[in-house]
């Protein structure tokens, strides 16, 4: 394990039932759940197999065995596994959920060859692989497990998007010169979240980690959208609920367009394998 896949461990595993309640929280958070639940349900088959990996506390991992689908959720934070398991138990879907493995997205030897009918990795986990050679492992494995035909989603944190949203709610991003650039540069940051570690992609370095592979790329979206401020969403969303919803039809129909992946605070690709 190296230095930054243990300042993730140490982040997560501290902030497991805020990273439970994150997607729901308001609607600035919910827009990512929402926006990606729109693309699951357009893409996914109609019933299978599905791997949750990095699935944290079990988000999506609950939401898709309520919809009828059986699930495996992997995550490298044991106390993220304890607690889905909770959930798991408290919504009564053991039947649906076949597994709970602790494991890394840079290996999934626990799995063989194309052994799920579509494959998650949502919510960032590959934004904490390092280095670069190691996230594209982690792309190949992901891969890997699916079955020929099988689409999988990758959602990662923007760089252009956490730049957008500094000056509103992320100064100390900016704190020092020589991190800023290394952000702005490179996508590194070893402040996230204060003291963990995240790599931030362009819409054009996801696609590339991606480009040589053996999948037919189908689409990308911008979770959150134009919503760089999240106080001035949430208020905009309580205090004109009608010009919101008005809003939401607009982002569903513009959050594919290049600008708004880049510009977005969580970017999705959507891959088939061939």
Known sequence: MNKETRLTVE????????EWDRLTSDPYHRLEFDTTMRFLKKHLPKKGLI????GGPGRYTVEL?????????????????????KQIIKNK???RVKNIVRGSITDLSDFKDNSFDAVLCLGGPLSHIHPEQERKKAVSELIRVGKGG???????????????????????????????EKLVFKGEDYRWRGSGY???FTCNEL????????????????????????????????????????????????????????????????????
């Open 150 to 180: 099988s689409v999988i989603f990758v959602s990662v944190m923007s760089r252009y998007g956490v730049l957008a949203a500094t000056p509103a709610g992320w100064p100390h991003e900016a704190a020092s010169r020589k991190d800023l």
């Open 207 to 274: 696609e590339q980690i991606f480009l040589s592979e053996n999948v037919d790329i189908m689409e990308k979206a911008g979770l959150e959208g134009l919503n760089i401020d999240m106080d001035t969403t949430n208020k905009f969303a309580k205090d004109h609920p009608e010009a919101w919803k008005n809003w939401l039809d607009v982002h569903y129909k513009i959050c594919t367009e290049q600008f708004v992946v880049d510009a977005s605070g969580h970017m999705l690709i959507i891959v088939r394998k061939k």
């Open 51 to 54: 791997l949750d990996a990095g």
């Open 65 to 85: 065995a309520k919809r009828g689908y059986d699930v495996v959720l992997l995550d490298l934070v044991q106390e993220h596994l304890d607690f889905a398991e």
């Open 198 to 200: 995240c790599h931030f």
């Open 11 to 18: 982040v997560y595993s501290a902030s497991v039932s805020s």
């Open 93 to 95: 879907l053991g039947k």
